[in-house]
């Protein structure tokens, strides 16, 4: 697993590194914007890869992260010490006493309520680079970007799952490419991770 959403051939050596490996049948698990693999593989093998993508409904996922970057995710929120608490609230924005306190266990409602700047300001999706890929064009996220993204989901991904029904998304890759993911919806409900003090916002909110 790795992180990063660009590719960069000088950045990127480990991910170079595994679109070279001689052997067949890697996972790769990354969140990243689409890119031709074989541009980057030595290996002509290698052109052949198999991508996919669960994707997750825009607001769902800015009401999740708005939550994630307050507390963490139910798996961390009881494992963090002191040091580590203050590490993550200050990368995430936020300084470490009463006042931000207070304002990190807002809701989103009452964010939006006192018109604070992280409820207020415009709010876009990357969801179009996802599929669009690295170049800079794709940045724009209009009709040109969107045709392209399309393109690639169509004529390069094996599936695209949904969040919202991860369940089918599993069954999904169990039939689509069973041999990564067989058995893969007998053991799903136990690797779930979820984001921690998260609050349903109402229908308004969204």
């Known amino acids: 697993e790795s992180s990063g959403k660009m590719i960069s051939s000088k950045k990127d050596k480990t991910t170079l590194d595994i679109t070279n490996h001689p052997f067949s ?5 990354r969140h990243f914007y ?3 693999l074989s541009k980057y ?8 890869a198999i991508y996919i993508n669960i994707i997750r409904d825009p607001v769902e996922k800015w009401i999740s992260k708005y939550y994630y970057d307050r507390h963490g995710s ?15 609230y200050e990368r995430h924005g936020f300084e470490n006493n009463e006042k931000a306190a207070e304002i990190r266990n807002l809701s989103i409602e009452e964010c939006i309520e006192r018109k604070l700047p992280a409820c207020t300001t415009e709010i ?3 969801m179009i680079n996802y599929f669009c890929g690295q170049q800079k064009f794709c940045y724009k996220r209009d009709q040109v970007a969107l045709k392209v993204a399309k393109d690639h989901i169509k004529n390069n991904y094996a599936m695209v799952g949904i969040i919202e029904d991860l369940s089918a998304s599993f069954r ?3 039939l689509v490419l069973p041999g990564y993911f067989r058995n893969i919806t007998k053991i799903e409900r136990k690797r779930r991770n979820q984001t921690y003090n998260k609050k349903e916002e109402s229908e308004v909110v969204k």
């Open 25 to 29: 049948g890697i996972l790769f698990v």
């Open 34 to 36: 689409y890119f031709d």
């Open 41 to 48: 593989s030595s290996n002509p093998k290698n052109g052949n």
């Open 74 to 88: 139910q798996r961390l929120a009881g494992n963090l010490n002191a040091a580590e608490r203050k590490s993550w």
């Open 124 to 126: 876009s999706s990357d």
């Open 172 to 174: 999904l890759l169990e």
